[in-house]
């Protein structure tokens, strides 16, 4: 195989693109806010530095160890943006010049993990469903406020991602489409509304893994896109004296405070993959109480549900807003189990989902 590079137009054609994604209209932002990127040693460097300083933002700082493009990852072993260590050195470099935002995009710059600081200077990771309300929520409130919402807007996501997606789009007036896990699923939706003569309908998209997407140009994640509208959402809040985790906090005061964890269990060997089916069919033919709490319904995606591709995932759906979704992992000896909980408080909200995941782990 011969490399073949695509052409600098584009490269072009995709940074103007995204450019145009932003929801900002005549609102005036601080572009100066000191912005902390780092690609990873991955692919990102080139694309999202040209968007942003295109853009405007001044006041970016990369982190030097982790610039270049390099396979061998010295500086960090798992490049992958959900976790605290690939952003640990971001994290150093933030403190410094007291950041308001820490950028990641993983080697292939698909997904993107961010970390905030809070009004004590502290810096806190946040989930990829987290970034993925705080963005639904911005892009949603920005398009009223400039008149460019459809008429029957719409925002995908997967079954696994937080059902406060829902409750969010719903407020804006959005249709959620749930799809099964796997980017692709959310473009094949776009692709179903463009046949329709839909397209400008979908607003957002977004999985819990760090994956975003606010236009159709592609039809799969995008970290350039997502990197872009983070910035400008935080330095349009910061402009107003809000920052990210004050924004988020008053999502949860609104929305109840949820709470989204994955949980994963190792069954090595052929072994595994028996074990891994007799307990999907164990939780399939017996309801469990997780949490104290009865399982009101159990959704079966193997009987090919809600016009999805039957798939072996189990979703169990609690009283109260609370659900825990179950499925072995494509790829390797895993069962995940993904667990949502939205209660009055965040003590609760974590004492309840610390105890569904005891349940579940018995």
Do not use: W
Not at 231 to 246: H, P, Q, T, V
Not at 274 to 296: D, H, Q, S, W, Y
């Amino acid at each position: 195989g011969r490399i073949k590079y695509i052409s600098e137009d584009i490269c072009e054609d995709f940074i103007q693109t995204i450019k145009g994604q932003s929801v900002l209209g005549d609102a005036v932002i601080d572009k100066s806010i000191p912005i902390i990127y780092t690609p990873l040693n991955g692919t990102g460097l080139k694309p999202v530095l040209s968007v942003l300083r295109e853009c405007g933002y001044s006041n970016i700082t990369v982190v030097e160890e982790q610039k270049e493009p390099d396979g061998n990852f010295p500086t960090c072993p798992y490049p992958n943006p959900e976790i605290e260590e690939a952003l640990a050195l971001g994290i150093e470099y933030a403190k410094k010049v007291k950041a308001a935002l820490v950028l990641a995009t993983d080697p292939d710059c698909d997904r993107v993990g961010i970390a905030i600081k809070d009004s004590q200077d502290r810096y806190e990771l946040l989930t990829g469903n987290e970034t993925g309300l705080l963005l639904l929520d911005y892009i949603c409130s920005r398009r009223i406020a400039l008149g460019t919402m459809p008429k029957t807007p719409v925002v995908a996501k997967t079954i696994v991602t937080s059902d406060m997606g829902e409750r969010i789009a719903a407020r804006y007036g959005a249709e959620t489409i749930n799809v099964l896990t796997g980017f692709k699923f959310i473009g094949e939706q776009i692709g179903i509304l463009e046949a329709e003569k839909r397209e400008k309908d979908f607003v957002f998209a977004f999985e819990e893994s760090c994956g975003y997407l606010s236009g159709t140009y592609v039809r799969d994640k995008d970290g350039v896109g997502a990197a872009f509208l983070i910035c400008e959402m935080c330095a349009y809040y910061s402009s107003m004296g809000i920052n990210l985790k004050d924004k988020l906090d008053g999502l949860y005061g609104a929305y109840g405070f949820s709470m989204d964890r994955l949980h994963s269990y190792k069954f090595p060997g052929a072994r595994g993959f028996e074990k891994m089916n007799r307990i999907m069919n164990g939780f399939r033919r017996t309801p469990v109480a997780l949490g104290g709490m009865k399982t009101e319904t159990i959704i079966d995606y193997q009987l090919g549900i809600h016009g999805l591709p039957k798939s072996n995932v189990l979703k169990f759906v609690l009283a109260e807003g609370c659900s825990v979704v179950i499925r072995p992992s494509g790829r390797e000896p895993i069962l995940k189990t993904y667990i949502s909980v939205c209660t009055g408080s965040r003590e609760e909200s974590r004492r309840l989902e610390a105890e569904i995941a005891a349940d579940l782990q018995r």
